[in-house]
């Protein structure tokens, strides 16, 4: 017995998408599908007016996940003369993109329902129409399917393009794909469908709590509300008098570092990328001692904040405690603030808001790609603070109460997610067995 052999445990067998239970089909999307026509407009002739619903393969990547109801969902709208040659989308219909950006989107899938008499669909421009030619398959089941990794894997492995990935019909068609049985299908699907309602739930929980606290900022940061108890006067100061000396400083440009200056161990180089992802953690960049001591004014302490100024701008990080010292490359702002003058974290909040985040979008330039303006003109951007520091104190409580109440929300955003992946990943290849509408049992090693 060879030792492949020997790792499949009793009840189950070895296939080209790896181990599945022994009374799994495996067939291949040829066997399965009928390919239906497919229509090729672009945008450009897409509207709100018309009859028929058409689904394109850019919001499949953006939109779309998974399951599209058209009782629920709105799509773009076409109308049917311009695409009589497509074939009418059905019910419980896969709908494919055949092109993706990236190796993570290729061949995303969504299964279609609601469709009822009154309503016609097509699939549109990139994408394949997959009809399940004898129902193997129930219901809701091919719309989580998509999500599995030995289909991924197979469609990596045929993908072809350099900048964009495409899968063809031909090589799809040949791609294998397991059937269990429909008993066994509905309760995957049931239990899923459930695990996702939970994450939608929790999703649309972050949602709310977020639009919450900037209902709160736009009231406690403007004075529209205050707090009991505090009636003095509020000042206005500019970004500038919020600082230490020195305390606002753009990023080097030029020959200041150069990719010759770096080393693989050293002093840190601070990136956009720490800015946008809120994090230490990332970057490849260092610098050695005798530049690191050249460059003291672009120098990061702890408590300092820095501010993407390039691209994606007005993201603000703060430094926490017991980071790594370092510098700020290019498309990096610096700001210290003076603690004797602004709580950090009513800074932090002010900066944030969307009342702020606009003034910043003002004083820049770029089109596509915007950039901050000069700092002359950025350092004069004003914004309120109560004069009584007890009443910021207050204010920043309040606010970084709801931080941490979202922060703990989007962590079990994300365990929750990560638990359903992991099961629908052992439900797709049987390692965890229905036996039992709600009792599954996982299958021995």
């Known amino acids: 017995m060879s030792g492949d052999e020997e790792r499949v445990p009793k009840g189950y067998k070895q296939t080209e998408v790896g181990v599945i239970p022994e009374d799994w089909e495996l067939k291949t999307f040829g066997e399965i599908f009928d390919f239906k026509s ?19 393969y850019g919001d499949i990547h953006t939109v779309f996940h998974r399951h599209l109801n058209l009782e629920k969902r709105d799509t773009p709208m076409i109308s049917r003369e311009l695409c009589k040659n497509a074939a009418l989308v059905r019910n419980g219909d896969w709908v494919m993109a055949d092109a993706s950006e990236d190796y993570s989107g290729i061949c995303k899938a969504i299964e279609i329902s609601g469709i009822t008499n009154e309503s016609s669909v097509v699939a549109g421009l990139h994408t394949f129409l997959l009809r399940d030619r004898e129902e193997i398959y129930v219901n809701g089941f091919k ?58 739930a929790l999703e649309n929980l972050i949602t709310k709590k977020r639009d919450i606290k900037q ?25 500038e008098e919020a600082t230490t000396i020195g305390g606002l400083v753009r990023g080097p440009f030029g020959g200041t570092l150069k990719k010759s200056f770096f080393v693989s161990r050293g002093f840190k180089v601070y990136e956009q990328k720490n800015a946008i992802r809120q994090s230490v953690e990332v970057g490849d960049y260092f610098i050695e001692s005798k530049k690191f001591n050249e460059l003291k004014r672009f120098q990061i302490e702890d408590g300092d904040f820095i501010v993407s100024c390039s691209g994606t701008i007005g993201r603000i ?11 700020i490359n ?48 950025f350092r004069n951007v004003i914004f309120q603070i109560p004069s009584e520091r007890t009443e910021q104190d207050a204010i920043a409580e309040i606010l970084s109460d709801m931080d941490a109440e979202i922060t703990a929300l989007e962590l079990r955003f994300e365990k929750t997610k990560a638990i359903k992946q992991g099961m629908m990943q052992q439900l797709f290849t049987g390692r965890i067995r229905l036996v039992e509408p709600s009792t599954p049992v996982e299958a021995s090693a």
Do not use: C
């Not at 610096?334 to 702020?356: G, M, P, Q």
């Open 38 to 56: 497919t229509a090729s407009n672009s945008r450009s002739d897409l509207t709100e007016s018309h009859l028929t619903h058409y689904i394109h």
């Open 143 to 200: 719309g989580h399917l998509g999500e599995a990794k030995y289909l991924h894997d197979q469609y990596v492995r045929v993908s072809v393009g350099l900048k964009v990935f495409g899968v063809t019909k031909t090589s799809l068609r040949d791609l294998f794909i397991p059937v269990p049985s429909k008993l066994e299908q509905s309760r995957i699907e049931e239990i899923l469908t459930d695990s996702q309602s939970q994450i939608q």
């Open 215 to 239: 209902g709160t900022m736009q009231e406690l940061l403007t004075g529209k509300t205050r707090l009991p108890g505090f009636t003095e006067d509020w000042d206005t100061i500019s970004l």
């Open 317 to 327: 990080f703060q430094i926490p405690n017991n980071s790594p010292p370092g510098v």
């Open 330 to 377: 290019q498309a990096l702002l610096k700001i210290s603030i003076n603690e004797n003058i602004v709580n950090s974290d009513y800074f932090l909040a002010v900066f944030r808001s969307l009342s702020f985040q606009n003034r910043i979008l003002d004083n820049s330039h770029g089109g596509a790609m915007p950039n901050l303006v000069g700092m002359p003109i």
